[in-house]
């Protein structure tokens, strides 16, 4: 049990008897800036007796594991800010997972930073497990890789064709951005449009919320008659947008996921969303030109860079306007 400053230095000191490497260590704990609060240094020890005390169950990825943790001090929020249950939670899924053959076999820094950062998701996000270990666990059977870890984190909490729109490490994501990618895991399990159950206050809300259903009547209803979208009139633009819906809709689509992102190039900064197919991943970037909380233009957009990293994608759309 660790209850003291005192108790915190002897577990550093076990750490660095374990470690492979104790010199990259010692780097590691001199640009950790984890020792400035001592709240977090307690806990932090903890996670290191958790590893120490397994030592012989684990050792295969012992070493790595450890300095992923250092390195997760001060490079990932979701460690620093974890709730005491987040943390126990933490701890069940490295429980799960070390006794497993298929984890049986060293791994490498950055397949332990994925790991650490599965188990932080789980940590955050464990009510929302779909499928167990054991089954998940297979996806590793063959290798250890981003691939398979990739696979594993969607055999435990997505069903269907969904896992195949999100990026490849979803650990690379600030916390705002994870909440936003579980919440959108969850809501759409079942793969049924459930009814409206927020309000639409803002148009760009209602824009939003009608082009992921690819409702053309609402949108017409929503977007204004006296501004012109990528140049052309509304109707005009309606009218090559519906060719982009039939076009996803074809391809088996019966509705559209949103992801942020901004332009990446000649409207850099410019705020929008990509749009991909639920069953097709083929997509369509488009520019939400905002003020006031008021669309003053729509366009598609070919140089966009989204929020939360490389996506999983298939065709691109675009729609069939040219600047006048």
């Known amino acids: 049990m660790i209850e003291s400053i005192t108790d915190?230095?002897?577990?550093?000191?076990?750490?660095?008897?374990?470690?492979?490497?104790?010199?990259?260590?010692?780097?590691?704990?001199?640009?950790?800036?984890?020792?400035?609060?001592?709240?977090?240094?307690?806990?932090?020890?903890?996670?290191?007796?958790?590893?120490?005390?397994r030592y012989h169950t684990n050792y295969y990825i012992y070493s790595n594991t450890i300095y992923v943790l250092f390195d997760a001090c001060h490079s990932n929020e979701l460690f620093k800010h974890q709730t005491e249950h987040e943390f126990e939670q933490s701890l069940h899924f490295y429980d799960a997972i070390m006794h497993h053959s298929n984890l049986k076999r060293h791994l490498h820094f950055e397949h332990a930073k994925y790991v650490l950062g599965l188990a932080l998701i789980y940590g955050k996000y464990g009510s929302m497990q779909i499928d167990s270990f054991k089954n998940a666990l297979e996806c590793l059977k063959t290798e250890i890789s981003?691939?398979?870890?990739?696979?594993?984190?969607?055999?435990?909490?997505?069903?269907?064709?969904?896992p195949d729109l999100f990026p490849i490490n979803p650990t690379q994501f600030n916390v705002s951005d994870l909440d936003l990618l579980m919440q959108s895991i969850s809501t759409q399990k079942n793969q049924i449009i459930k009814p409206i159950t927020y309000n639409l206050d803002t148009q760009v809300q209602a824009?939003?919320?009608?082009?992921?259903?690819?409702?053309?009547?609402?949108?017409?209803?929503?977007?204004?008659?006296?501004?012109?979208?990528?140049?052309h009139d509304k109707k005009t633009?309606?009218?090559?947008?519906?060719?982009?819906?039939?076009?996803?809709?074809?391809?088996?689509?019966?509705?559209?996921?949103?992801?942020?992102?901004?332009?990446?190039?000649?409207?850099?900064?410019?705020?929008?969303?990509?749009?991909v197919g639920n069953v097709s991943n083929n997509y369509i970037s488009m520019i939400f030109d905002i003020k006031e909380d008021k669309i003053m233009d729509l366009y598609d957009c070919s140089y966009f860079k989204n929020k939360i990293g490389d996506l999983v994608l298939n065709k691109k759309l675009f729609i069939g306007l040219t600047t006048l």
Request: charged letters at 30%; aromatic letters at 18%; one cysteine or more.
């Open 8 to 53: 915190v230095e002897h577990v550093l000191t076990q750490t660095e008897e374990l470690v492979s490497n104790k010199t990259f260590l010692k780097v590691l704990q001199n640009d950790s800036n984890f020792i400035l609060d001592k709240p977090f240094k307690m806990r932090f020890s903890k996670w290191l007796q958790f590893f120490n005390d």
């Open 237 to 275: 633009f309606l009218r090559e947008l519906s060719i982009v819906f039939d076009s996803f809709a074809e391809s088996g689509d019966t509705f559209l996921i949103a992801f942020e992102g901004a332009c990446n190039s000649c409207r850099k900064g410019k705020f929008g969303y990509t749009f």
């Open 207 to 231: 824009v939003k919320y009608f082009f992921e259903r690819m409702d053309i009547d609402m949108l017409d209803s929503i977007l204004s008659e006296d501004i012109t979208y990528q140049e």
């Open 146 to 162: 981003e691939i398979t870890l990739h696979q594993f984190f969607n055999k435990l909490y997505v069903k269907d064709k969904y």
